[in-house]
């Protein structure tokens, strides 16, 4: 069967509808499900273009949104395509991970061919941005003069599997250095974990608030900053906690917070999307391997298979891992003599597509 793709703007509901009943007969990641999507598009109120792959009937095989925006580049803007983003930074602080079609279980091969050919016939952009995505993404074979990757993380993750089968001493599976720090942590804390209280809905609010102050001022760059931010993830929030697809937990020791984390389940997987540690008493006290720690006891009893800490080369994260995998970040750039130039600049300046 024939499968055809084009690009349109129908309305929030119709959108909706589609990518609900579409999402349930895939196996996407929980950054291509309606509860990421829907509480993206209505935090930054944004109109990105779908792109539908249909069958013959009519009935819809995969979807992409894509923004369309002139990028500010080395030697001057370029209309650039982007995956599942806006193209805009603001609206885009959400960062989307394991990025890429919505499919039809077992049909992404097939769809990806129809968007390929409908990205291919479309003349309005020079630059396409793939964030996020898994090494070796069809999406590499579009026809184009040049395939950059500006970046590729590491996805430092825990095999709960691993952890049951040593009789659930997680610390076993670290290296030496590690469990040592976190041994005298909890030492020092009285020789117990730290309490986990799972949020409700009823203390979504006030818990955002909580983990925006312990955020404030710890970093140069902090979304925790931005009120937009803060508005997506408690929208986030709000839509996927009667459905278990996020899950607030907050750790405490004696009544004293040590941390907070906004978690994502999601097919077995237990991801990290955002954390908010307390300031340390003193130089080995350790909340944040403490709250981690205790994260991977919670997520290994329930029998879930990993617990993702999500993209980053954060030391923390590789240190607390078992496992990994990769995730990558690509532009893709036809032909321009603009383009050209600027390739040549950015050789002589040994400068990266992203800078």
């Keep these: 069967m024939s499968l055809s793709a084009a690009f349109s703007r129908p309305d929030r509901t119709a959108l909706a509808r589609r990518w609900q009943e579409l999402e349930a007969r895939s196996d996407a990641s929980f950054f291509l499900g309606w509860t990421w999507v829907g509480a993206w598009l209505d935090s930054y109120a944004i109109q990105p273009e779908l792109l539908a792959v249909t069958d013959e009937e009519g009935r819809d095989v995969a979807l992409a949104l894509f923004g369309h925006r002139m990028q500010r580049r080395l030697l001057g803007p370029v209309a650039t395509l982007s995956l599942n983003q806006s193209g805009d930074p603001v609206a885009d602080r959400p960062y989307v991970e394991y990025n890429g079609l919505l499919a039809e279980a077992g049909r992404d ?92 809905l009823a203390e979504l609010a006030p818990w955002i608030e909580e983990m925006a102050a312990l955020n404030r001022g710890r ?24 459905t278990g697809e996020v899950e607030l937990l907050r750790f405490t020791d004696n009544d004293e917070v040590l941390g907070l984390l906004v978690n994502f389940v999601h097919r077995g997987v237990a991801m990290n999307y955002q954390s908010a540690f307390a300031e340390p008493s003193g130089a080995k006290d350790k909340p944040g391997l403490l709250c981690h720690t205790a994260a991977v006891g919670h997520y290994a009893g329930r029998g879930l298979a990993r617990y993702s800490f999500l993209a980053g080369k954060d030391r923390y994260k590789q240190s607390l891992s078992t496992c990994e995998e990769r995730l990558e970040w690509w532009v893709i750039e036809r032909f321009t003599p603009r383009l050209e130039a600027e390739a040549l600049v950015r050789r002589l300046l040994r400068r990266p597509v992203s800078a």
Excluded at 128 to 149: E, F, H, I, K, Y
Excluded at 220 to 240: E, H, I, K, Q
Aim: charged share 25%; hydrophobic share 45%.
């Design 109 to 200: 091969v097939e769809a990806s061919v129809a968007v390929l050919d409908a990205l291919a016939r479309r003349r309005d952009w020079r630059a396409l941005r793939l964030s996020g995505m898994a090494a070796g993404a069809p999406w590499l074979d579009l026809r184009a003069r040049r395939r950059t990757c500006v970046d590729a993380s590491p996805v430092y993750q825990v095999d709960l599997d691993a952890v049951r089968a040593a009789g659930c001493d997680y610390l076993s599976l670290l290296s030496a250095n590690t469990r040592s720090q976190i041994r005298r942590a909890i030492k020092d804390r009285g020789g117990a974990p730290p309490d986990i209280t799972t949020g409700t």
């Design 219 to 242: 970093h140069a760059d902090n979304a925790w900053d931005d009120a937009g931010f803060r508005g997506f993830v408690a929208t986030l929030a709000a839509r996927g906690l009667p």
